[in-house]
């Protein structure tokens, strides 16, 4: 019961601070290598949280959100990955990479949300042209929308992989899944490297 | 409406003497990707951060929904530089709200209009360039040199159970969102005061730097960083690893790393995504240890 109380806190926290990716502030408080150990101290593996946390980073480094591409949500697979080990029990090797998965997949959540806001549009604008405006109300409402949105899908999400964890015995892809995750920060620090390679040839 | 604004003849509440105006803009800049839909983007952030400029301009009038509907259009930039266009349009729509004539009227909200989606492109491409490319992912570096010299390698090496302080911990990624986060900020705040000094002129802003030179510098700067925290990963590798394996362990787990790497060059030249290179690493260790029945073994300590 504690581990579901817990659980149900760390998506809300997530979604709270999930806000600063698009909807406000932009102070790279939704960025996994802080959401990462923040969640992991919470549920009590700090360092298991921190490494998720970099390796997620690192990995989704190669997305840029410019021109309204979605990147994959860090935050979200912080939050899932520290969950699914807390929580779920998995090993964090297979922790890691459902967070990665869960991270890549609510894209396409978001991706509904920004189409679904589009329909507001002409609600605002009749409001507006019948000398109404609660642009207030609207900019809340987005805000209460992005987080509630990502606070489900954590914890909906943690749940899944917490009962496929009860029902298959999840522990035979430990090995591979350890050489695998042993060989991502690599894999990161080679994202990075390429990152700036990249514009050091390009040109600016 | 024409008759009525024709009346108007100038701004009944100039901004320029108001400081209050733009701390109310500032603040609310901070919302300005809020409510962000495919259809017009940026445009509800938009006219929300606007709203204190234009309630001070036209006050409860016509005219002031008019001009809220002209911000509710598409609008797209990067978030931090947006206060170079929120201050230069808050100065255009104050000239606006002075207008005598119709004809003169129709002039300056085509003027705002233009300027606004001129300024809006040129500094989404600098912002992107300079915030999303560079300093977030220096942000990154950062954090892993304060782990690396506060003593903490866990981000490098996965089975690693040293648990350091969680002030340590935090600390990473806090110091480099700090510094981050402190030039957004700036930016958000001079973009606002000079966009509003120099209203209506298209370039407004983008001399404000050498805004190529500064890009270059910082790509110049996160190249070397990542030059160095790759040398100094590597020689952690080598150092952990020296004494406790063989050459030819050694040689192996060097040899699987390097084909990590390769697998990465490769996708990026064929244009995949780093998801491609994740794919294929999991498959592979899959079939060692699924279908080749591998012994598993601890790759790094």
């Known amino acids: 019961?504690?581990?579901?109380?817990?659980?149900?806190?760390?998506?809300?926290?997530?979604?709270?601070?999930?806000?600063?990716?698009?909807?406000?502030?932009?102070?790279?408080?939704?960025?996994?290598?802080?959401?990462?150990?923040?969640?992991?101290a919470l549920n009590g593996c700090v360092l298991e949280g921190a490494r998720l946390g970099i390796l997620i980073e690192l990995i989704y480094i190669?997305?840029?959100?410019?021109?309204?591409?979605?990147?994959?949500?860090g935050a979200v697979a912080a939050a899932v990955g520290v969950l699914a080990h807390s929580w779920a029990g998995l090993v964090p090797a297979l922790a890691f990479f459902t967070g990665l998965f869960a991270g890549g997949l609510y894209s396409f959540v978001e991706y509904r949300l920004r189409s679904s806001r589009s329909r507001c549009n002409n609600v605002i604008e009749a409001e507006v042209k019948a000398g109404r405006e609660r642009l207030n109300y609207w900019v809340a409402g987005?805000?209460?929308?992005?987080?509630?949105?990502?606070?489900?899908?954590?914890?909906?999400?943690?749940?899944?992989?917490f009962l496929t964890g009860r029902f298959f015995r999840l522990e035979a892809l430990t090995p591979a899944m350890n050489l695998a995750y042993s060989l991502m920060p690599w894999l990161g620090l080679s994202g990075l490297y390429f990152r700036f390679r990249a514009q050091m040839y390009k040109r600016s | 409406m024409s008759d009525e604004m024709e009346n108007k003849n100038s701004s009944p509440y100039p901004l320029s003497p108001i400081p209050y105006t733009l701390r109310s803009m500032f603040v609310r800049s901070f919302f300005i990707q809020a409510g962000w839909n495919y259809e017009r983007s940026q445009n509800v952030g938009f006219a929300f951060a606007l709203l204190p400029a234009l309630r001070r301009v036209y006050g409860n009038t016509e005219r002031y929904y008019a001009a809220l509907l002209r911000h509710l259009e598409l609008f797209n930039t990067q978030p931090y530089m947006a206060?170079?266009?929120?201050?230069?349009?808050?100065?255009?729509?104050?000239?606006?709200?002075?207008?005598?004539?119709?004809?003169?009227?129709e002039a300056e909200i085509r003027t705002l209009t233009g300027v606004k989606q001129a300024l809006a492109q040129s500094f989404a491409a600098i912002g992107d360039r300079i915030f999303?490319?560079?300093?977030?992912?220096?942000?990154?570096?950062?954090?892993?040199?304060?782990?690396?010299?506060g003593g903490f390698y866990g981000w490098l090496f996965t089975s690693c159970q040293e648990t350091p302080s969680l002030w340590l911990i935090l600390a990473g990624p806090l110091s480099g969102a700090a510094?981050?986060?402190?030039?957004?900020?700036?930016?958000?705040?001079k973009g606002m005061q000079s966009g509003f000094e120099c209203g209506g002129a298209s370039n407004c802003g983008l001399e404000d730097l050498n805004w190529s030179r500064f890009?270059?510098?910082?790509?110049?700067?996160?190249?070397?960083?990542?030059?160095?925290i790759a040398l100094v990963a590597l020689g952690l590798f080598i150092a952990f690893n020296y004494t406790r394996l063989s050459g030819s362990e050694l040689a192996l787990r060097l040899g699987l790393l390097a084909g990590v790497l390769a697998a990465h060059r490769v996708a990026r030249r064929l244009g995949r995504s780093v998801f491609f290179v994740i794919g294929l690493t999991l498959s592979v260790s899959l079939f060692l240890f699924w279908a080749l029945k591998l012994k598993p073994f601890d790759f790094y300590l």
């Open chain 1, 62 to 73: 190669d997305f840029i959100p410019v021109g309204g591409v979605v990147p994959p949500n």
């Open chain 2, 215 to 228: 890009i270059r510098r910082l790509s110049v700067a996160g190249f070397i960083f990542s030059l160095l």
């Open chain 2, 179 to 189: 510094a981050y986060s402190a030039f957004a900020v700036y930016w958000r705040w």
């Open chain 2, 132 to 149: 999303w490319g560079r300093l977030k992912p220096m942000t990154v570096q950062v954090c892993l040199i304060v782990w690396t010299l």
């Open chain 1, 142 to 161: 987005a805000m209460l929308g992005e987080s509630a949105a990502v606070s489900l899908y954590v914890f909906l999400f943690s749940g899944m992989v």
């Open chain 2, 83 to 105: 206060g170079f266009i929120l201050g230069n349009v808050a100065k255009m729509e104050e000239k606006l709200a002075g207008a005598v004539s119709t004809t003169e009227n």
């Open chain 1, 1 to 40: 019961m504690i581990l579901i109380f817990k659980a149900l806190i760390s998506s809300s926290l997530a979604g709270l601070l999930e806000l600063d990716t698009v909807q406000a502030g932009q102070f790279l408080l939704s960025r996994p290598a802080l959401v990462g150990p923040l969640l992991g």
